[in-house]
């Protein structure tokens, strides 16, 4: 009985995890007071949306919900987890 109750709350933690969205930004300011959690890569070759959500996924699967890129467009970026969101929320798009 408790491995199944373990497992049923991991996978309502996956599936919570789904649906967190993720902003792709670059405005560092936004992030400065978010936990670094990691890089996070798109390995597509693809259109910039595509790329985009390749970040997003990756980000999730970090439980991150920002990700910094230099430029939008850029194939790489810095998956952050932030509590709350920082100040230039204008400067992030959401996916």
């Not at 199944?4 to 789904?18: D, R």
């Not at 405005?27 to 070759?45: D, F, N, R, W």
Request: hydrophobic share 40%; with cysteine.
């Amino acid at each position: 009985v408790m491995v199944s109750l373990v497992a049923l709350a991991g996978t309502a933690a996956c599936a919570q995890n789904a649906f967190t969205p993720v902003a792709i930004t670059t405005s560092e300011q936004l992030v400065s007071s978010c936990q670094k959690v990691g890089t996070v890569t798109a390995k597509t070759s693809n259109a910039s949306s595509d790329v985009n959500e390749e970040l997003t996924l990756a980000a999730r699967k970090q439980d991150a919900n920002y990700v910094l890129v230099a430029s939008d467009g850029a194939r790489e970026g810095t998956a952050y987890r932030c509590t709350t969101p920082g100040t230039g929320a204008a400067a992030a798009t959401s996916k």
